[in-house]
């Protein structure tokens, strides 16, 4: 049952930082992958994992994955976004930064926003707008951050970053616009996991070396995103947004791409100037104004 009212208890709070953390992190993870397996494994690779222990997830919660509802094709569709999606994101993370790269797919809202003003009739606020020019004054930022690159074809990685923020946007359209949205959490997120994999898997005909050194750090590094990051943390968020409310749940996620450009510089050495952590700044503020809970004034009595 979810709780009414737009305030979060210590435990939803504790929560949702232990996501943010993860999700934040997960590009560090990706990058670690990288170093052993080309990008097109790893999307295959990491989806099939994830939907083998999905599927065994919603056996022993007893969810029925296969009744006809009329979500197919649009699961379909969504499916095969996913897998380019987070194929661009695993190629981009070989040629820019866990940091750039995060802060750039992170853009996605603002792009369901905008897409949702004009396709679905969702009419932006003054905030939102608001919002989404801040968020989009932090990319021009990173564009014109040279410290922050780590080589000459960082472009490319920044390009395929926003390629990969259009494609999250559009899955999330295509759910909030057909039966998907009326459909079970883990059906669509088996929708996106066996489709994406069946969409990228053929590119790998075309791979000369898809295991390029199956070193420890670079497999772990793959099983962490595929049975944590995947299977688990989407779990936990699903029940939250069972038993809390959405839009305060939503307005946590500003914090993911902090803790990316965090994990990189910490963990990763990747470099750190003042225009990417003002960046950061203008997005994050952007992420929060547009998710931001909105205040309900009580009735008159």
């Known amino acids: ?128 707008v608001a919002g989404l020019a801040l968020a989009f004054a932090g990319v021009a930022v990173i564009f014109s951050d040279k410290l922050s690159a780590v080589g000459d074809k960082v472009w490319i990685g920044d390009l395929l970053a926003l390629a990969a923020a259009a494609l999250w946007a559009a899955t999330t359209l295509i759910i909030k616009a057909t039966r998907l949205s009326t459909a079970s959490a883990e059906k669509v997120l088996m929708y996106q996991l066996v489709f994406s994999a069946i969409v990228v898997a053929p590119v790998l005909l075309f791979v000369d070396e898809p295991i390029r050194d199956a070193n420890l750090a670079a497999t772990l590094a793959l099983l962490a995103q595929a049975a944590f990051v995947v299977a688990f943390t989407y779990l936990l968020w699903f029940w939250l947004m069972r038993h809390y409310p959405a839009s305060a749940l939503s307005s946590f996620t500003f914090l993911t791409p902090a803790f990316a450009v965090i994990g990189g510089w910490l963990i990763l050495s990747e470099p750190l100037s003042w225009r990417l952590g003002l960046s950061l700044a203008m997005i994050a503020a952007g992420i929060y104004i547009v998710n931001r809970p909105r205040r309900t004034v009580p009735p008159s009595a």
């Open 1 to 128: 049952m979810t709780r009414s009212g737009q305030a979060l208890d210590g435990k939803a709070v504790a929560l949702m930082l232990f996501l943010t953390v993860s999700w934040g992190l997960n590009g560090v993870l990706a990058k670690i992958s990288n170093t052993g397996y080309d990008p097109v494994f790893l999307t295959v690779a990491r989806s099939v994992i994830a939907a083998v222990l999905v599927y065994l997830w919603c056996r022993y919660r007893g969810i029925n994955l296969f009744e006809r509802d009329g979500t197919l094709l649009p699961g379909a569709i969504a499916g095969a976004l996913f897998g380019v999606e987070f194929l661009c994101i695993f190629t981009g993370f070989e040629y820019s930064s866990v940091g750039r790269v995060s802060l750039l797919v992170n853009t996605m809202p603002f792009m369901v926003l905008v897409g949702a003003h004009f396709l679905l009739g969702e009419r932006m606020t003054p905030a939102k």
